[in-house]
């Protein structure tokens, strides 16, 4: 598996320090509406300035500030984007043809009329969804260089793929300023890099989605590890749990019997896009995806408490001896 190299590497969320005298400086900071965290072998300053490029492209992606590319866009219906704002729509909609558009940006007005977007959260009626499904669509997105254009009715969310895009520059950025090895961690989005002194694997834990703690730990070298889960943002109503990954081919929370999909590859941003696409594919489709594929792994814990872990990450994931009913499951190709 090229995803994972061999490096022993460091431990996302935890031991910062203490290896070999050497001190992991951390920096946080709230942006792109989650906690980040940025952690390396490096003075303050340094991680204080990814910070700020943090900000800078939340600044660009936004769909809740105004003066934002994405913003622009839906407002206008075209725009001139960034260069980097064009990357990452570029590399969404390719992601959105490769999971058969269960990541579509398009959603945006979807998730909006259902809350998501403002906390002002409701169960629209069939028709709403129905008349809003008409304009979804990653196909109806004209990009072409860094032109980007909208039918009237249509709107872009890059809120599935951002953090991960995101995560890839900061890391970028600090290798070549020097930072030898770091966590970039945006809300659980985390990416590792470089080598920990003491030379062991960075430790992430998967969280377990029905409580406290994690369901088991991965081991892993220089990756990505980005997890999507329905207990990250829900209402109730009426006693029902209505969850933020909505599936495209209805207009409703993605129903699929599992509660969080993990994946881990090279590159954040193909983690983020496909954690959420392989949410809404369900078991079966994601794991027909993955196996076609050999350029990432994957975690998912169901509803019914099944840890299904594809063969490629099986001897890296640790699951929590503590946590009694999970029935684990390796996946083979
Ligand atoms: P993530 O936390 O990366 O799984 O992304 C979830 C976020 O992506 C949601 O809060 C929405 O903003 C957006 N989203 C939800 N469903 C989809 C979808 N099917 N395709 C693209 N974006 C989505
Ligand atoms: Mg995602």
């Known amino acids: 598996m090229k995803l994972c190299k061999l490096i022993p590497v460091i431990a996302a969320a935890a031991t910062l320090c203490g290896c070999g005298g050497q001190h992991m400086e951390q920096y946080q900071m709230f942006a792109m509406d989650t906690y980040v965290t940025l952690s390396g072998y490096c003075d303050r300053k340094t991680l204080e300035d990814a910070g700020e490029e943090v900000r800078r492209l939340e600044g660009l992606w936004s769909v809740n500030i105004e003066s934002s590319d994405i913003a622009r866009l839906n407002r206008d219906g ?35 009329e259902w809350g998501f977007t403002t906390d002002e959260h409701h169960v629209p009626d069939d028709d709403t969804i129905a008349e809003l499904l008409e304009n979804v669509g990653w196909e109806k997105v004209t990009l072409d260089g860094r032109s980007a254009s909208l039918p ?95 599936d495209p081919a209805t207009g409703r929370p993605a129903d699929t019997g599992l509660e969080s999909v993990t994946v881990i590859a090279g590159e954040s941003k193909l983690c983020d896009a496909l954690s959420t696409a392989l949410f809404v594919m369900g078991e079966d489709r994601a794991f027909d995806l993955w196996r076609e594929s050999d350029d990432f792994e994957m975690i998912m814990i169901t509803s019914d408490k099944r840890l299904l872990i594809s063969e490629g990450i099986a001897d890296r994931f640790e699951p929590d001896s503590k946590k009694k009913d999970y029935s684990a499951e390796v996946i083979r190709r």
């Open 78 to 112: 075209s725009a001139e984007l960034s260069a980097e704002t064009a990357g990452l729509m570029s590399f969404t909609l390719s992601m959105s043809e490769r999971t058969g558009g269960a990541l579509d940006p398009t959603i945006y007005p979807v998730l909006r």
């Open 152 to 246: 009237v009715g249509t709107a872009v969310d890059a809120g599935a793929v951002a953090k991960g895009y995101a995560a890839d520059i900061i890391a970028e950025r600090l290798k070549s300023g020097g930072v030898t090895a770091g966590i970039v961690d945006l809300g659980g989005n985390v990416l590792t890099f470089g080598q920990k002194p003491d030379g062991s694997d960075w430790k992430v834990s998967v969280r377990d989605p029905f409580g406290d703690g994690a369901a088991g730990t991965l081991s892993v070298g220089e990756c990505s590890v980005v997890t999507s889960g329905s207990y990250e943002r829900y209402f109730e109503q009426d006693g029902v749990r209505y969850h933020h990954i909505i």
